[in-house]
């Protein structure tokens, strides 16, 4: 059965949130991404090659015989978004996740100040996922998770680190005061010179504005990244993703040593 033109139809109209946030779908591409997702997603549809389809019994046994199509690489091409799609396109459905306070406690947990780049997004959620932060709480503005630059960059993590959306200044007061927050500032603490809990919130800011004003107000901690050597010219910053992962590998890096 070839891909139908409502099929392909389908995947493309997933690139748009108000079509993903309508029909509780969005779309995974590619041979690993795919092969990552599928377990912890359930799944509307898959389009792939033949060849695809016999080497990966196994991994579709719980897909409905029906949803998955035998595509052919031209038909392929037309649903995808990526410049040189692989074998296969799935369509899976979005996972509920309930957000509890619980979830913070004993944990490192994310804060994302209106992180807009689907790239950038992407790959903090790949970070979270290999420093073991499962849970990432996002400004209204972030990008959404589901976007597909978001899901290919974050290269499966996405089905393991779970992503709440909300105000964050309204959820930083009700947290009265439970948890340090804690910032990167360029006139902060020397990140590598104080002591970092293994319980907090690590806030990371807009790429071009940084924390918000209304939320730095709220940060209990400010940190600093140092550029070497101290006192000399480089760049203005860092990109979120990467001071994103020199943060997390910082705080990770106390509890090893301890």
Known sequence: MALSKNQIKLIT???LKKNRDVSSLFVAEGNKLVADLLPLFGCELIAATDEWIAENKDLILSVKPAAVVAASKEEIKKASAQNAPQSVIAVLRKREVRFSEDMLAGSLTLMLDTVQDPGNLGTIIRIADWFGIRNIICSKETADVYNPKVVQASMGAV???????????????????????????????????????QEAI??????????SDALAERITDRLLIPNYPAGEETSESLNVAVATAITCAEFRRRVIAV
């Open 13 to 15: 109209s997933l690139a």
């Open 159 to 197: 089905g393991r680190v779970a992503l709440h959306y909300c105000d964050l200044c309204a959820f930083v007061d009700g947290l009265k005061g439970k948890y340090p927050l804690f910032g990167t500032f360029l006139d902060g603490e020397n990140i590598y010179g104080r002591s970092l809990p």
């Open 202 to 211: 690590i806030v990371m800011g807009n790429e071009g504005n940084g924390i």
